[in-house]
């Protein structure tokens, strides 16, 4: 079936770092992939989403790049600040409607 | 436009008692998703509704849960006799169309089986 494998965390960084978090999927076909950021005691946001190979999703500084050839969409920001820190899921949707997450990944940014 | 909204949004049964929880979907959306997230873990596909009709349960428990979501009124998701393992967040979600969509989710309710 299919199947979302995020980096595991949780990952700490300082302010104005560089940020990557992995994620590979797996799927039968092309499905629209997604990155959500969840706050303390909030629901899922939509960050960022790419439909097709070779899109791009971007918002708020975030970038994440559907790459069909090695079935990834890694999430990347080039200066992290204090308020991005929360939990990441990186999800795929695939013609049934339904989301499958990867697991997380927490992501904590010191001063 | 008022979001996905979720009540209660905290809950705390004992082992056998009935947990229901209510999900009012977005103006406009006629799709409903529900979602549940253990301890430490990502959200895992339970059911997706449209307005009196269960299109997919794949992933729902086939004992003690079920789920609806009629014509009038918010989508419920009911779970009877509940167990110390059923303790998590579940989360609804929902879309206009569905159709792969993006899918706007409400703030949760937290269950807690004592």
């Known amino acids: 079936g299919d199947s979302v494998t995020q980096m595991e965390g949780p990952v700490t960084l300082s302010e104005e770092a560089f940020l990557t978090i992995n994620c590979t999927y797996t799927?039968?076909?092309?499905?629209?992939l997604f990155w959500y950021v969840q706050y303390p005691g909030e629901g899922l946001q939509l960050l960022l989403k790419?439909?097709?190979?070779?899109d791009k999703g971007s918002n708020k500084g975030f970038e994440a790049t559907y790459r069909k050839e090695t079935t990834s969409f890694h999430l990347e920001k080039g200066s992290v600040q204090v308020s991005d820190s929360a939990v990441y899921f990186c999800?795929?949707?695939?013609?049934?409607?339904?989301?499958?997450f990867g697991t997380g990944t927490r992501l904590t940014i010191i001063p | 436009n008022a979001g996905v909204m979720q009540n209660p949004r905290h809950l705390v049964r004992r082992r056998g008692q009935e947990a229901r929880l209510r999900c009012s979907p977005m103006?406009?959306?006629?799709?409903v998703y529900w979602y549940r997230q253990l301890p430490e873990e990502g959200l895992k596909f339970m059911v997706y509704?449209?307005?009196?009709?269960?299109?997919?349960e794949s992933g729902m428990p086939k004992e003690r849960f079920s789920a609806e979501f009629p014509k009038e009124g918010p989508s419920i998701l009911r779970i009877q006799q509940v167990v110390r393992g059923d303790s998590a967040a579940y989360f609804c979600?929902?879309?206009?169309?569905?159709?792969?969509?993006?899918?706007?989710f409400g703030p949760g309710t937290r269950l807690t089986v004592t």
């Open positions: 979600a929902s879309s206009p169309s569905g159709g792969g969509e993006e899918q706007y």
């Open positions: 799927a039968t076909g092309y499905p629209s």
């Open positions: 790419a439909t097709k190979a070779d």
């Open positions: 999800a795929l949707n695939f013609g049934n409607e339904k989301l499958t």
């Open positions: 103006k406009g959306h006629s799709h």
């Open positions: 509704l449209q307005k009196e009709n269960i299109i997919d």
